[in-house]
């Protein structure tokens, strides 16, 4: 790669292009820049850890004590957002691509007539950018303010960090709802103009994500910047449905959402007035499990239908704001977002595991990545569909065995003994039964896998031998949003 094309490549992740050089006529002419970015991600996230590792005696990669400046980045929360990221990218082998075929759809037959796109012209490429960026507003927006759409959203807020990899924490169900917002851009803008306009948008807001990057002066007026989406992602009250800018800020000024970062002396006047972001739920889910994060919402919704009186009311809970409960105004009452207590921030989830068990968490995480991420390259060009589909469960399955570690679950070891016993029962399958046809070269590395997956049974076999239901230091308590709620409806 040249040192113009790298150039270019980082560009990207600040919408920092050449308008001419990123114009196409057909969408299959359009690059993968999303995909093509994952170096810039795993960068990214490299350079905030070294930052951690160095900075102020590495106070920010310590377990949180209840400090505001400890607690940034932790093994088990970056598992989880990682892992959320990637369901959500093998989920269109499920489930499809429903935006671009819609998208399409409406180009071909209902497009405004006199529309030609065969040449660049600047003018229109500026005005797909301001289109897709208004939006992508109106989506957020709609996601914060509507309980169904924040079943899917919540998932990117579900973090109690801020960091490179809390941007990959994606929603799978967020794919198959926000897409509906985009469809009138079809009746103006090309569908390869959006693609490009659409993953440019994207990429911009991933480094955001970070608590390192200070407020950037008067860019706060224009653009989405880290200090402006840090106060998005807060819990704070001052925090709430605030910010929802993709690319610009201007939106949010205009339309009445914005709020600055309340930091000493850029915003407000004394040091006693400063108030730190306190990120993630204002009910935590407290898990690690993607299957949790992915659909834990709208479990709560459905528990909220059963016992909320009433048609009309039911019909609030799934379309009225996350926090509207009967009696209240349509996104709910801000007075009943728990205060943050400036001098005891709230303690973040982590459990404590002995010291082995995060070592084998590593260790299989990055088994776990290496697959997902060669499955998303190239592999799913050359296996068929079935064989995808298959990959994409195994690896699921290894994200939710894990999780149930990192929760510290007493059962959790049996269900990961399961999951190895398994994968070396299936790997042994693959390698001497001839039921694949492999190289020999292919062969030794499915029997490498097997023997891995031979010595983690092992592992993982003797520890619930020696240590039995004693095997984890702490056993987490779980979120008690749902009685929360329901003690609301009771007393209304």
């Known amino acids: 790669m040249t040192a113009i094309k790298i150039a270019e490549s980082l560009g990207r992740m600040f919408y920092l292009v050449s308008p001419s050089r990123h114009f196409f006529v057909t969408q299959d002419e359009v690059e993968p820049y999303v995909s093509d970015a994952t170096i810039w991600f795993l960068f990214f996230i ?22 505001w400046d400890q607690g940034k980045y932790r093994m088990n929360d970056m598992i989880g957002s990682l892992g959320a990221g990637s369901v959500q990218q093998m989920s269109r082998f499920f489930l499809g691509s429903l935006q671009m075929v819609t998208y399409n759809y409406i180009w071909d037959n209902y497009r405004l007539p006199g529309l030609a796109f065969e040449t660049f012209h600047l003018p229109t490429w500026v005005g797909c950018f301001l289109a897709t960026d208004f939006m992508y507003y109106w989506f957020h927006r709609a996601a914060h303010e509507v309980n169904l759409f924040w079943a899917g959203h919540s998932v990117h807020h579900s973090s109690e960090y801020y960091n490179a990899t809390t941007a990959l924490r994606q929603s799978l169900a967020q794919t198959y709802t926000s897409f509906v917002f985009n469809l009138p851009l079809a009746f103006v803008f090309s569908p390869a103009q959006f693609a490009v306009h659409t993953q440019l948008n994207l990429l911009f807001q991933f480094w955001i994500h970070t608590e390192i990057v200070p407020r950037m002066g008067w860019l706060e007026y224009i653009i989405n910047t880290p200090s402006a989406h840090r106060v998005h992602h807060g819990r704070n009250p001052y925090c709430i449905d605030k910010n929802y800018a993709g690319t610009l800020i201007i939106w949010d000024r205009m339309f009445g959402t914005y709020a600055d970062e309340r930091i000493y002396p850029d915003v407000v006047a004394t040091k006693e007035e400063e108030e730190p972001v306190a990120y993630g739920l204002t009910h935590p889910i407290n898990t690690f499990d993607p299957v949790a994060i992915q659909l834990g919402h709208f479990q709560h919704i459905w528990n909220m239908l059963w016992i909320t009186p009433g048609l009309a009311n039911k019909f609030k809970v799934v379309f009225y704001g996350p926090g509207w409960h009967p009696g209240t105004p349509r996104t709910g009452l801000l007075s009943e977002i728990p205060d943050v207590d400036l001098k005891n921030p709230p303690k973040k989830y982590d459990p404590v595991l002995p010291r082995k068990f995060n070592y084998y968490i590593a260790a299989h995480f990055a088994i776990v990545m290496v697959v ?16 995808t589909q298959a990959i994409c469960v195994a690896f699921l399955v290894s994200l939710v065995s894990l999780a149930k570690i990192m929760d510290a679950k007493e059962y959790g070891l049996k269900i990961e003994l399961a999951r190895t016993l398994t994968f070396f029962l299936l790997a042994e399958f693959v390698a001497r039964s001839g ?8 062969r030794r590395g499915t029997l490498c896998v097997a023997d891995t997956f031979f010595v983690s049974t092992l592992f993982i076999g003797w520890n619930i031998y020696k240590l039995g239901s004693t095997w984890a230091t702490v056993v987490p308590t779980l979120s008690k949003k749902g009685q929360d709620v329901k003690d609301k409806i009771k007393t209304n």
């Open 372 to 387: 997902g991420s060669a499955l998303l390259g190239e592999l799913y060009k050359i296996l068929p569909l079935h064989y």
């Open 435 to 442: 039921f694949y046809k492999q190289t020999y070269w292919q």
């Open 46 to 67: 490299a350079a905030e850890l070294i930052y951690f590792s160095i900075a102020d005696k590495r106070k920010g990669l310590k377990r949180h004590d209840g400090k």
